[in-house]
Each structure stands twice: as structure tokens, then as C-alpha cells.
């Protein structure tokens, strides 16, 4: 086996696209001249990091935000003073039956079960999106995106993967795609979440019914959801432990930790089963910890064998590292993801801290032989850049998210039947070989009104 990578084998390996790249014809389908600025919609202008993904947008020199929509009065008058020129609305279906054409693109920086809703209007509406992890909260949703980005391969995509952007991140995809350690035997992926802090409700207990605030609507908050009275500590943060409208610390740490892998092996369309080990099932909220195996059919000489699991666990559950030959010690990071191959191991932390392990001995991983230069880059303006036909390294565009948050979701899922093994088909989006399961953690009743449109 080769023992190092020469720029020549990357660029066999990776081509342009593999790299994570704009979508296909995102750069040749740009309606926008360089001088042109991008008119965006952000909704969700605050909360956890819509604040973030606003300024950081609004930084580039060829966009700016004409638009602002939050259920909560608050965030929108404080947001307003940065933006006072900006149309104001709570609801983001007025945002598109009143204003279409004062916006050409749409940040969506609000809680998970409202993803799938305002992403598909907006691909609808022929708008691009730049929309937060995960990617969708229900696995039907999973098909729902596939299919709009079939429809609409114009339009720029972007996944809240921001972690992408450090050069050992990027370097792993490399080293991972080269194929330089050999057939991949097993993924795994984990994450000290949910831990301690402010965005879960660690007592699983349900407070009392309490009036709403005046400054939030909460009808327009639930959205696609049944109808629910308010109660304390779910908003701003802990709605992540909600069963209806999180998708608990394998969620919403999936595509920070499992997106090398993907990135580093096309072949992982879509698992074909999942099973989750877990104290007690998933009801109104998340259990935890959980220890998921996802499993894919795989038919490539780049594989051990005919199948390839991902051990995806959260509450900092970690392998062990006398089992994949590593010496004795502690893991560098309580979120990581490692891959075994047959002729090494790659670790990787969350923040981008890259070890290669062979026989033993550990060569940090960006001082690989033969890796390309990883040129700065951010993230939000990479979005805005492909929008205007400069195809900068785009990471995460939709159809990658849709790979990346399947596995997240359905280890999550899982929960609610723990220890039973459940046969996967996203092509049917269906649990083939248990009905209760099919018929309970697929898919949910949208509220009428707040359904997600078929992009078509």
C-alpha cells in the first residue's frame, strides 16, 4: 500500500466535487452580477446562533439583510436597530405571501421541528437557503429535501456545519478519501452531550402549564405541532430534549462529528438498519445515554467487508482504545469521531485536532505527506460566494445534509424502541420490519397550515 499521498492521487481521488464543493450548476445558474448584492431573510434572528449566522451573513460585502422574522417581539426590536431598513414579520409564511421579491435567499436559525417547513417553502419560493443542523427533524423529511434539490439544483444550499472550515477537518476528508490507511473497517462517532448546562431538561420532568410570555407567540412557535400550553425552561434553549421538537445530543451534535466520514466515503448513501441501546425508551423527552449501531450495505474494495457500521453514542461514551490499537490514555475531546481501517486509524476531534495512528505510532494529521493547502475560509461567505457563482468550498450543501443527518436521526429515533434492531428504507421512508415503529418515530401529522410544501 502507498504510504503517502501525492497531490496527483488526491486530485484522482477527491475530484472537485467530492470536496464538498457547490452543488452541481449552483455557480452557472448564479442570477447575481459581482456587484450585485444578495437580499436575505433571516428567521430566527436570535436564539442560539441566529444571531450568529445573521452577522456573519450580513458581513459579506455582497449580501445584506432586508428581512427579519422571529416569533419573539423582543428579538425583532433589537434586531430592527442593526437592521432598520428590514421588512418585520413573527410569521414566515407572511414573510413569503407579502414580501417574495425583497429577498433572494433565507437563513432558517430556528428550533429543529421547524426546519423542514420554512426550508421547503423557501426551496418552493425558488429562494436559496442556508438552514441550521440538523438538517430536519423527522426522517420523512430526510426524502422531502432529496427530492427539492433534485428539483431545483440551481438554487445554493447550505447545513449549519461550520466545523468544516478547519484545516484538520478538511484534511481528514483527504487523507480518508486517498484511501492511504488502507479498507475502511468501522466508524465511530460521539458526544459528551447532553451534559450538564442550558439546552437540555436533565430531570425529564413536565412543569406546569404556565401563560406565555407577551412578547412570544407560542401558537406560531409550536408550528407543524400539535397544539401544547406553554410551560417554563422550554424556550429559549431546552426544547432540544422535547421528543416533538428536538432531536436530543445525537441530533444535534451529528453533523459535527459525522460528516468526515461521509465526505470520506461516497459509497454511505443511506443505512440499511439501526439499533439503539438505551435505559428506558424515548417518550415525551429524549433518554439518554444512548449507543447506537447504523449499519450500510457497502460493495467497494475501499471497505473490509460487506458491510460498514457506525457506532454513534452520546453522554461521552467512548470506544475503547486498547480495541483499536491505540495505546492507553484518554481521548483528546469529549466529541469525536474516529475511523478504524485496516492499516491505521484516524482520529479526529470536533474542533479539528487530527491524530493518524499506525502500528502504534501517531503522526499528527496535518503533517501527512502530500496534503493540499487549506486555505481560510468561512463558512457563511462561502454560501454567499456560490450564490454568486463563485464556487468556493461549500460545506454542507443540502444533499451531503441529508446523508449526514440520517444517521444522527435515525440513532435518536431508535430510542424510543431501544435494543431492537429496525430495518431502514428511505426510499419508501419506512421501517420495513416493525409496524409500531413505522407507524410512530417516521413521520408526524402537520398542523394545517404549517405543512411542508413538495418542491417539484
Not at 99 to 115: K, Q
Not at 421 to 428: I, N
Request: aromatic share 10%.
Amino acid at each position: 500500500m502507498q504510504d503517502t499521498l501525492s497531490r496527483r492521487g488526491f486530485i484522482k481521488t477527491t475530484g472537485g466535487l467530492g470536496l464538498g464543493l457547490a452543488t452541481a450548476g449552483a455557480g452557472a445558474f448564479s442570477r447575481f452580477s459581482p456587484n450585485e448584492q444578495v437580499n436575505v431573510l433571516s428567521v430566527g434572528v436570535v436564539g442560539s446562533i441566529g444571531g450568529t449566522d445573521r452577522s456573519q451573513v450580513a458581513s459579506h460585502p455582497g449580501a445584506r439583510i432586508t428581512g427579519l422574522c422571529d416569533v419573539d417581539s423582543n428579538y425583532l426590536e433589537d434586531t430592527r436597530l442593526t437592521h432598520p431598513d428590514a421588512f418585520v414579520c413573527t410569521d414566515y409564511r407572511e414573510a413569503f405571501d407579502r414580501y417574495p421579491d425583497r429577498f433572494d435567499a433565507v437563513i432558517v436559525s430556528t428550533p429543529d421541528h421547524t426546519h423542514a417547513p420554512i426550508m421547503l417553502t423557501a426551496l418552493a419560493h425558488g429562494k436559496h437557503v442556508y438552514g441550521q443542523k440538523p438538517l430536519v427533524q423527522q426522517l420523512e423529511e430526510l426524502e422531502m429535501i432529496d427530492r427539492a434539490m433534485k428539483a431545483r439544483p440551481d438554487l445554493v444550499t447550505q447545513v449549519g456545519n461550520q466545523r468544516m472550515v478547519y484545516p484538520g477537518r478538511r484534511a481528514a476528508v483527504e487523507i480518508l478519501r486517498s484511501g492511504v490507511l488502507g479498507p475502511a473497517v468501522a466508524g465511530y462517532a460521539w458526544t459528551g452531550s447532553p451534559n450538564a448546562g442550558q439546552y437540555f431538561n436533565h430531570t425529564g420532568t413536565l412543569s406546569d402549564p404556565v401563560p406565555a410570555p407577551e412578547h412570544l407567540d407560542f401558537d406560531l412557535w409550536l408550528g407543524p405541532c400539535e397544539s401544547e400550553p406553554f410551560r417554563e425552561h422550554l424556550i429559549p434553549l431546552k426544547w432540544r430534549s422535547w421528543w416533538d421538537y428536538g432531536t436530543g445530543g445525537l441530533g444535534d451534535w451529528g453533523v459535527h462529528v459525522l460528516d468526515v466520514i461521509f465526505y470520506g466515503y461516497d459509497e454511505l448513501q443511506s443505512p440499511v438498519s439501526v439499533k439503539t441501546h438505551a435505559p428506558r425508551p424515548s417518550g415525551r423527552f429524549h433518554t439518554y445515554p444512548c449507543a447506537s449501531t447504523v449499519t450500510y450495505a457497502v460493495d467497494s474494495e475501499r471497505f473490509a467487508g460487506p458491510v460498514f457500521p457506525i457506532y454513534y453514542s452520546d453522554c461521552g461514551q467512548t470506544p475503547s482504545r486498547a480495541a483499536l490499537g491505540l495505546p492507553a490514555g484518554g481521548w483528546k475531546d469529549s466529541n469525536m469521531t474516529v475511523v478504524a481501517c485496516e492499516g491505521g486509524v484516524l482520529a479526529l476531534t470536533a474542533g479539528g485536532d487530527l491524530e493518524i495512528w499506525r502500528d502504534g505510532v501517531m503522526t499528527p494529521g496535518l503533517e501527512m505527506p502530500g496534503l493540499p493547502e487549506f486555505p481560510a475560509l468561512n463558512h457563511w461567505h462561502a454560501w454567499i460566494d456560490n450564490i454568486h457563482g463563485v464556487r468556493t468550498e461549500l460545506r454542507t450543501p443540502f444533499p451531503d445534509g441529508v446523508r449526514i443527518t440520517e444517521p444522527a436521526l435515525l440513532a435518536q429515533k431508535a430510542s424510543r424502541f431501544p435494543n431492537t434492531e429496525l430495518a431502514w428504507d428511505r426510499s419508501s421512508s419506512s421501517i420495513t420490519n416493525h409496524e409500531e415503529a413505522d407507524a410512530t418515530i417516521v413521520r408526524r401529522n402537520y398542523r394545517d397550515g404549517f405543512a411542508p410544501p413538495e418542491v417539484g
